[in-house]
């Protein structure tokens, strides 16, 4: 028997850790990094909540690094939202910004730059350990942005 997850618990995760702070600190500094044309590099929101043992459970990690639907804006092309961007009425998303998109219409990254430390959500995931999953998406693949990360699973 297959059962489907409860939608309402993945809305009310809080993470011990805040994940665009755990973000930066992991990814750390990117400045040297260039996104052409209009994309915009992504970084994942992993939602992080520990297990009953205390220990973050890397089987969510992996399903939201692959199927997660909520991005933190890191870096935006050159060319990613400008012109008349109709949709935004004026106000497109900035770095920092948290936005939702299909992980189907992305390239799948992992990034890594200088004065990086280890992430307290990844610690216990050596896969990944020293580096933040993110995509790489089209400006126009990005569907609308939200206050907080667990409005959108």
Known sequence: MVVAANVTSLHDARPEVDPAHDMDMTIGDISELEIAGSQVLVGVYLRGERTAGGIIDPTQIAEDKIQGKCVRVLKLGNTAFTGDNPGWNGNPPKVGD????RAQDAAEISVKGRGS???????????MRGAWPCRLVYAADIY???ADPNMVV
């Not at 430390?117 to 896969?127: C, D, E, G, R, W």
Request: charged share 10%; aromatic share 16%.
């Open 98 to 101: 948290w936005v939702f998109h």
């Open 117 to 127: 430390v280890t992430s307290a959500i990844l610690k216990n995931y050596p896969q």
């Open 144 to 146: 609308g942005r939200v």
